[in-house]
């Protein structure tokens, strides 16, 4: 069965950076877009970059663009989400998805 499993979240201080995993198992990996979503306390779930198949296209919410970069291993079945220069704004349970399917999420909280 699909298997979608993020890490890396974590405390970090405004300004700080991260890198979170989302290790893919249950399907042909280079074969599908793969996406990051977020969702804040008290706020919808939103959509954060996206990444193709071959890892050759991507597209980012204009909230982290410059700050985040998607990236992708199709030879570790990996997703990658690095995040630079982080605001309090950035605090969110991170997801992977891979239509329809979502992992658990991995806290990311940012703050002094």
């Known amino acids: 069965q699909v298997q979608l499993v993020e890490s890396g979240g974590g405390l970090v201080q405004p300004g700080g950076s991260l890198t979170l995993s989302c290790a893919a198992s249950?399907?042909?990996?280079?074969?599908?877009?793969m996406r990051w979503y977020r969702q804040a306390p008290g706020k919808e779930r939103e959509w954060v970059a996206t990444?193709?198949?071959?890892?050759?296209?991507?597209n980012y919410a204009d909230s982290v663009k410059g700050r985040f970069t998607i990236s992708r291993d199709n030879a570790k079945n990996a997703m990658y989400l690095q995040m630079s220069s982080l605001k309090p704004e950035d605090t969110a349970v991170y997801y992977c998805?891979?239509?329809?399917?979502w992992g658990q999420g991995t806290q990311v909280t940012v703050s002094s």
């Open positions: 249950g399907f042909t990996f280079r074969r599908y877009a």
């Open positions: 998805e891979r239509d329809p399917y």
């Open positions: 990444i193709s198949s071959a890892g050759d296209i991507t």
